[in-house]
């Protein structure tokens, strides 16, 4: 499981797999989370979510092929963590930049729990 180390600003950076590069990792810092000290388990449930990129990415870069407005290439950014310590539900922002929308980019929400995607739409889906 790769090891999470998060800074004063409760940002890392970590490696995606599934894209062979790395990527910022955030918490949203409207979350209690973000001013609390971070359990073992939560910090467990967001490396979970990372190791398990293959599953989530190819979903995303699917929705992002059948989106004609993003583009033909796509990379993921940031992993903005939305969800509380005391939820069960974990649930994760993704923000793309997509070539066919620099701009704006792309975003999506995830369940961390099943990996569904939840939302898609412009970049501020994955951080609001």
């Not at 190791?51 to 929705?63: A, L, N």
């Amino acid at each position: 499981m790769q090891e999470i180390s998060f800074d004063d600003e409760k940002s890392a950076i970590v490696r995606i797999d599934a894209q062979g590069e790395l990527v910022r990792l955030e918490l949203s810092d409207s979350l209690d989370a973000f001013d609390e000290k971070l359990s073992d388990q939560y910090v467990s449930t967001i490396s979970t979510f990372i190791k398990q990129s293959d599953v989530w990415y190819r979903d995303c870069v699917d929705v992002l092929k059948g989106d004609q407005t993003a583009g033909n290439s796509f990379r993921l950014m940031v992993i903005y963590v939305l969800f509380e310590q005391s939820n069960s539900d974990s649930v994760f922002g993704l923000l793309f930049r997509v070539n066919g929308d620099v701009e704006h980019g792309r975003g999506f929400k995830v369940s961390g729990n099943d990996f569904s995607i939840m939302e898609y739409g412009l970049g501020d889906v994955s951080f609001c």
